[in-house]
């Protein structure tokens, strides 16, 4: 996947800001602001731990469940819980909301510009270097945007 579908993904986060107080508990248990909020934080915490790493000590141990959720191309929903790092707070506003979509875009415009093998450690794929983190950070994006689509439409 590549960095114009990211754009994309992140776009459309962008243009749900607006409903961040909406919520549908047969689809969530959390409302929209929380799924952008989450998605942001996805975004540019990846990027700055790609921009911090080593690439050196780079191993590939991308591990079995990481190759088949990215043959499939998606993550089923409410089978992971997201580490306390990338959680949102109690109180979400549309400013910082906003403020983190533009932090994302720039970051993610940075990642063509690292090494092969800078990367961030995925606490089930295990490392995740720069050829696979588009389409990483896409399937996490779309992943949370369907689910804000549901949110709306359901």
Same mark, same amino acid.
């Given at each position: 996947?590549?960095?114009?579908?990211?754009?994309?993904?992140?776009?459309?986060?962008?243009?749900?800001?607006?409903?961040?107080? !909406?919520?549908?508990?047969?689809?969530?248990?959390?409302?929209?602001?929380?799924?952008?909020?989450?998605?942001?934080?996805? !975004?540019?915490?990846? &990027?700055?731990?790609?921009?911090?790493?080593?690439?050196?000590?780079?191993?590939?141990?991308? &591990?079995?469940?990481?190759?088949?959720?990215?043959?499939?191309?998606?993550?089923?929903?409410?089978?992971?819980?997201?580490?306390?790092?990338?959680?949102?707070?109690?109180?979400? &506003?549309?400013?910082?909301?906003?403020?983190?979509?533009?932090?994302?875009?720039?970051?993610?415009?940075?990642?063509?510009?690292?090494?092969?093998?800078?990367?961030?450690?995925?606490?089930?794929?295990?490392?995740?270097?720069?050829?696979?983190?588009?389409?990483?950070?896409?399937?996490?994006?779309?992943?949370? !945007?369907?689910?804000?689509?549901?949110?709306?439409?359901?």
């Amino acid at each position: 996947m590549s960095l114009e579908k990211l754009h994309l993904a992140l776009t459309s986060l962008e243009e749900h800001i607006k409903n961040n107080s !909406v919520s549908n508990s047969k689809i969530s248990k959390s409302d929209i602001a929380w799924h952008i909020d989450h998605s942001l934080k996805v !975004v540019n915490n990846v &990027s700055l731990a790609l921009q911090s790493s080593d690439p050196k000590t780079y191993k590939n141990n991308f &591990s079995f469940l990481g190759k088949l959720f990215f043959t499939l191309g998606f993550f089923p929903r409410g089978k992971a819980k997201a580490p306390k790092h990338v959680r949102p707070p109690e109180v979400i &506003s549309k400013e910082d909301l906003i403020s983190q979509v533009e932090l994302a875009k720039a970051n993610i415009d940075t990642i063509a510009t690292l090494e092969k093998n800078a990367y961030f450690k995925h606490p089930l794929f295990g490392n995740v270097n720069t050829p696979r983190i588009y389409k990483f950070l896409s399937m996490h994006t779309n992943h949370h !945007v369907k689910i804000i689509k549901d949110i709306m439409t359901k």
